[in-house]
């Protein structure tokens, strides 16, 4: 197969068509879109090898060297560049950083870095991508990755990482790449949704994937302390919480004994919590599904990421093992459906609808383990906190296990709440868990009360 030649036109993804318009209408929407990790490099590392790494690996996914334009027609387009001389810049900051002691040290370098992760993307027909390699000390360095959501998701992320971590191995060893040699390209897979919406088994999937959402009409969300400004924000705190590891023992436990995931459990105390704190008994959430529903797609970086809604309404008169089992039953669709666009989704609903509602203000994410950090032969690699974060929605709740304990995390948009009213929603969410783990006979309804 010939190679696409720069400047290649493909269709842009049902995703990136909703995107797009708001980027180019808000640079703050755009910027809250910014996907970026760093790793703190140290021990003898070999620049040209890394820099060798991060050719090959923009050259092998079109999603390193995309960006969005319309066409004359005001269609969304994605436009493919050829792969760039030198994708990884070098900024030396060893002059900058002398004499400064420690503490001022590792100020300046995360003031440095976390800007330059924040800074906008022009979209003016460059890819959506850059890295950078900064220089910080003898056998000291960070590497960034920015690359904008637009184009790229969180697997992509752990995938980028593995795959320079192997590319650089190969380099310095002077051996092939375990790599496979022709991964499924982003821009291929636009083009398939496209083509696969419009066909009966779509459609069917999408009648069904869309059927929990008839007569809805506000989406819940933990209540404010202040009012939501006129023009959204985008700001974010985190906060990050770790269960004892007895409770987080006992909460795997409970998983097997019932016969669900630790993901479902979860999710119950978050349902048990919303319901608690809104007296409502309709909570909606959005979860953000890898869909990567065949192999060729695991190996593959792009924007395949979409979402789902989660929506129950269970009866104040069942009980928690109810919702246990409604829970586990509702994430298994979430797996299903994850193959529909959300565009497709929203767009299923204007007949009802004709202004569509805000779905979900709520996000839940659940992940086993942390993805490996990278790993560059003959030196040892560490995730370097970038400090600030962005909140695309009221809450996202993130929950994961790290040494065989739980850990939860609020990222919270701190316009709307304080980091104390945040602290009260953890502890409500810890009860809610321990109402699961005492007594699953127990009403829902009468749970929910005690976490009013």
């Known amino acids: 197969m010939r190679a696409p030649e720069d400047g290649t036109v493909y269709p842009a993804s049902p995703a990136q068509e909703r995107l797009y318009p708001p980027m180019l209408a808000d640079p703050e929407v755009s910027r809250a879109y910014n996907m970026s990790e760093a790793h703190r490099v140290t021990g003898p590392l070999d620049t040209r090898a890394l820099a060798a790494a991060f050719t090959a690996v923009t050259a092998r996914h079109h999603a390193l060297r995309t960006s969005l334009r319309r066409d004359a027609g005001g269609t969304v387009r994605q436009v493919l560049h050829s792969p760039g001389p030198r ?223 989660l929506r129950a309404r269970p009866s104040d008169e069942g009980n928690l093992r109810e919702l246990l089992g409604l829970s586990a039953v509702d994430l298994a669709e979430a797996l299903t459906c994850q193959a529909v666009p959300f565009p497709a989704v929203l767009a299923s609903l204007e007949d009802e609808y004709p202004r569509p509602p805000r779905l979900f203000r709520v996000l839940f994410t659940f992940h086993n383990e942390p993805a490996p950090p990278l790993d560059l032969t003959g030196t040892r690699s560490t995730r370097h906190d970038l400090g600030g974060s962005v909140s695309t929605t009221d809450v996202t709740f993130h929950v994961g296990r790290r040494d065989d304990r739980m850990t939860y995390e609020f990222q919270y948009n701190p316009d709307l709440y304080r980091e104390a009213t945040v602290e009260h929603f953890a502890a409500g969410y810890e009860q809610a868990l321990r109402h699961l783990l005492d007594d699953l006979d127990r009403t829902i309804g009468e749970a929910a009360t005690a976490l009013g």
């Open 87 to 309: 994708p990884l810049a070098h900024v030396d900051l060893t002059d900058d950083l002398a004499g400064l002691p420690d503490t001022g040290r590792e100020d300046a370098v995360r003031r440095r870095v976390a800007a330059d992760a924040e800074e906008l993307f022009p979209l003016d027909g460059t890819p959506l991508s850059r890295f950078t390699l900064y220089r910080l000390g003898e056998d000291d360095h960070l590497v960034l990755a920015v690359v904008h959501h637009s184009v790229f998701d969180g697997w992509s992320m752990g995938l980028l990482w593995r795959e320079v971590s192997e590319l650089y191995r190969a380099a310095v060893t002077g051996t092939p790449p375990a790599l496979p040699e022709s991964p499924l390209q982003f821009t291929e897979f636009a083009a398939e949704q496209h083509a696969w919406i419009g066909t009966p088994r779509a459609r069917k999937l999408l009648d069904r994937c869309r059927k929990g959402l008839t007569g809805f009409s506000h989406a819940v969300t933990f209540p404010y302390d202040n009012p939501a400004p006129e023009r959204k924000t985008f700001n974010g705190k985190r906060r990050v919480f770790t269960l004892p590891e007895d409770t987080s023992d006992a909460l795997s436990r409970l998983a097997r004994a019932e016969h669900v995931t630790l993901a479902a459990v979860s999710l119950s105390a978050l349902r048990l919590l919303l319901r608690g704190l809104t007296g409502s008994q309709d909570v909606t959430l959005g979860i953000p599904m890898a869909n990567r529903t065949r192999a060729s797609a695991f190996d593959a970086m792009g924007y395949f990421a979409n979402a789902y809604v």
